[in-house]
């Protein structure tokens, strides 16, 4: 699978927040929902639970609740439900909103196996069940595309309609790409000192800081360890849970034959990409201007890629943008969901 390495950069600085690789921790160390976390507490207004799966798995799930049609919220690779904690709350005058947290990640289970797309899939489909839901649209981030496409193919009566978000267009045909070998190297973030380390609310305040926006207070609660004195860590994955994933890379998917909304980020500057672009050398500057030049081609392959790749596609185009459109620019990409989900494909 070809992920924008834009991602990339942004999970780095995760690893480069906790001072550790994803998964290296101590055993003495607890997932800071257990501990007590300073001053930050997740004010979501969501109700939080678990379904199990038909495999013995156990599933963390947010339910905000709303008036409308289903919508399930699925999120980005090592990310859990609580990413949306700021955004789903933006929708349920419209729709119920509910938050899956993949198996792996966050609150829910890490079962060696389990992976493959069509499980995955599965795994929403007990969560439907479970809510007695028995239609939903599902909106899928990144990586979530892969269980979208899957339950879409394997469960065409539960599902209304696709948002996808910074997504690329599987079952198309793929424009050509340079192998990553041939990929030009990228300026990394400044490294976190000890002191960005030293608290929760240190850490978010550096990925404020670092890339102009932060991830959820949830989410950080959910997916992030810190030791006996409350200082980070590393976050909850282990490296094992990354690689059981891979193979998702390798499966084959048929066209989407629902409506698809499909949300993408474009860059218009190096800033976009490079929230610390202004801290760069002269000499890094370049290094970012390249990278940003490289990676302006590939976003416009992947927009030719949805263009001709899905029978019902409504492409919409976010200029100026990052990964994380929906944290950013919140208010617009529920406007677009909504606008979507009302039936306008203009």
């Known amino acids: 699978m070809r992920l924008l390495w834009r991602l990339a950069v942004l999970l780095i600085v995760l690893g480069t927040v906790a001072g550790i690789a994803c998964g290296e921790r101590e055993a003495a160390e607890e997932p800071a929902a257990m501990i007590e976390a300073g001053a930050l507490r997740?004010?979501?207004?969501?109700?939080?639970?678990?379904?199990?799966?038909?495999?013995?798995?156990?599933?963390?799930?947010?339910?905000?609740?709303g008036d409308g049609p289903a919508v399930v919220l699925l999120a980005g690779l090592g990310l859990s439900g609580h990413i949306y904690d700021e955004f789903a709350p933006l929708l349920t005058a419209r729709f119920r909103v509910v938050a899956l947290t993949r198996r792996g990640f966050g609150e829910s289970d890490q079962p060696?196996?389990?992976?493959?797309?069509?499980?995955?899939?599965?795994?929403?489909?007990?969560?439907?069940?479970?809510?007695?839901?028995?239609?939903?649209?599902?909106?899928?981030?990144?990586?979530?595309?892969?269980?979208?496409?899957?339950f879409a193919e394997l469960y065409p009566d539960r599902i209304d309609r696709v948002v996808l978000l910074d997504t690329r267009c599987l079952g198309c045909e793929e424009s050509p790409v340079p192998p990553r070998s041939q990929w030009p190297p990228q300026p990394?973030?400044?490294?976190?000192?000890?002191?960005?380390?030293?608290?929760?609310?240190?850490?978010?305040?550096?990925?404020?800081?670092?890339?102009?926006?932060?991830?959820?207070?949830?989410?950080?609660?959910?997916?992030?360890?810190?030791?006996?004195?409350?200082?980070?860590?590393?976050?909850?994955?282990?490296?094992?849970?990354?690689?059981?994933?891979?193979?998702?890379?390798?499966?084959?998917?048929?066209?989407?034959?629902?409506?698809?909304?499909?949300?993408?980020?474009?860059?218009?500057?190096?800033?976009?990409?490079?929230?610390?672009?202004?801290?760069?050398?002269?000499?890094?500057?370049?290094?970012?201007?390249?990278?940003?030049?490289?990676?302006?081609?590939?976003?416009?392959?992947?927009?030719?890629?949805?263009?001709?790749?899905?029978?019902?596609?409504?492409?919409?185009?976010?200029?100026s943008a990052n990964h994380f459109a929906f944290l950013w620019n919140a208010q617009r990409v529920a406007a677009e969901i909504e606008s979507f989900m009302a039936g306008d494909s203009n």
């Open 42 to 65: 997740d004010e979501s207004p969501h109700r939080s639970d678990f379904v199990e799966t038909s495999d013995g798995v156990r599933l963390h799930y947010l339910d905000w609740g």
């Open 112 to 150: 060696q196996d389990g992976y493959g797309s069509a499980r995955l899939a599965n795994d929403v489909l007990a969560l439907l069940e479970a809510l007695g839901i028995e239609r939903a649209s599902l909106v899928g981030h990144s990586i979530a595309v892969h269980e979208v496409y899957r």
């Open 188 to 319: 990394l973030p400044p490294q976190a000192t000890v002191a960005d380390n030293a608290s929760l609310e240190a850490a978010r305040a550096y990925q404020q800081r670092i890339f102009g926006f932060q991830f959820p207070t949830g989410e950080y609660l959910a997916t992030v360890y810190t030791d006996s004195t409350g200082a980070v860590k590393g976050s909850v994955p282990p490296n094992a849970i990354f690689e059981a994933m891979r193979p998702l890379q390798a499966e084959e998917y048929a066209r989407l034959d629902v409506p698809v909304l499909a949300l993408l980020s474009v860059p218009r500057m190096p800033r976009d990409m490079f929230g610390w672009y202004g801290e760069l050398s002269t000499e890094d500057k370049v290094i970012a201007d390249q990278a940003f030049e490289f990676t302006l081609a590939l976003e416009e392959a992947r927009l030719q890629e949805w263009k001709r790749g899905a029978d019902e596609v409504k492409v919409v185009e976010l200029m």
